[in-house]
T-cell receptor
Framework: DTGVSQNPRHKITKRGQNVTFRCDPI?????LYWYRQTLGQGPEFLTY????????KSRLLSDRFSAERPKGSFSTLEIQRTEQGDSAMYLC?????????????FGSGTQLSVL | AQSVTQPDIHITVSEGASLELRCNYS??????LFWYVQSPGQGLQLLLKYFSGDTLVQGIKGFEAEFKRSQSSFNLRKPSVHWSDAAEYFCAVGAHDMRFGAGTRLTVKP
């Protein structure tokens, strides 16, 4: 068990550019979550996959955001035409078990700064 | 709609003193409740969780929490705080999507 891995750890970009983050969950976990965390706040739910199917998306996830989980393994989160308000820590978590009741294992996150 | 409130943004306690972090939730049914800890540069780690049954749950690192339905609370406690407990603590309620509180930052004085 190597834990949940996120890359890159930090990303600095200019407003209007596209960015992509990657998350590698714990290998046997079938569920994968993306959260966003801003300074002084708790994580906010963005989206959730069960295997390769994206089952839920938050209203926070505008059409500039897209997430994929091909083959039910790693996941990518892409933000198009970044805005300064997108600056945040993007957290990935994975789990195995009943929906809503399971223990989430979190990665260390990708810190995005939009200049 | 489900929500979590952590009334204390920042708490300072002396090493060896007892600790209680407050959490209030809003949820229509019996909630799944969690406490997570986040240390700088590290991912969130689960301390403990409550699903049903005994309302006093034990977690890792000597933490415990008590579910009180009448008060809609799930407060986290530790009898004696260690310097290594300094971190950000998040209460969360799980259902269709996990909702986190804004967190309480714990500072431990030597």
């Amino acid at each position: 068990d190597t834990g949940v891995s996120q890359n890159p750890r930090h990303k600095i970009t200019k407003r209007g550019q596209n960015v992509t983050f990657r998350c590698d969950p714990i290998s046997e976990h079938n569920r994968l979550y993306w959260y966003r965390q801003t300074l002084g706040q708790g994580p906010e739910f963005l989206t959730y996959f069960q295997n390769e199917a994206q089952l839920e998306k938050s209203r926070l996830l505008s059409d500039r955001f897209s997430a994929e989980r091909p083959k039910g393994s790693f996941s990518t989160l892409e933000i198009q035409r970044t805005e300064q308000g997108d600056s945040a820590m993007y957290l990935c978590a994975s789990s195995l078990g009943p929906r809503g009741a399971e223990k989430l294992f979190f990665g260390s996150g990708t810190q995005l700064s939009v200049l | 709609a489900q929500s979590v409130t952590q009334p204390d943004i920042h708490i300072t306690v002396s090493e060896g003193a007892s600790l209680e972090l407050r959490c209030n939730y809003s949820y229509g049914a019996t909630p799944y409740l969690f406490w997570y800890v986040q240390s700088p540069g590290q991912g969130l780690q689960l301390l403990l969780k409550y699903f049903s049954g005994d309302t006093l749950v034990q977690g890792i690192k000597g933490f415990e929490a008590e579910f009180k339905r009448s008060q809609s609370s799930f407060n986290l406690r530790k009898p004696s705080v260690h310097w290594s407990d300094a971190a950000e603590y998040f209460c969360a309620v799980g259902a269709h999507d996990m909702r986190f509180g804004a967190g309480t930052r714990l500072t431990v004085k030597p």
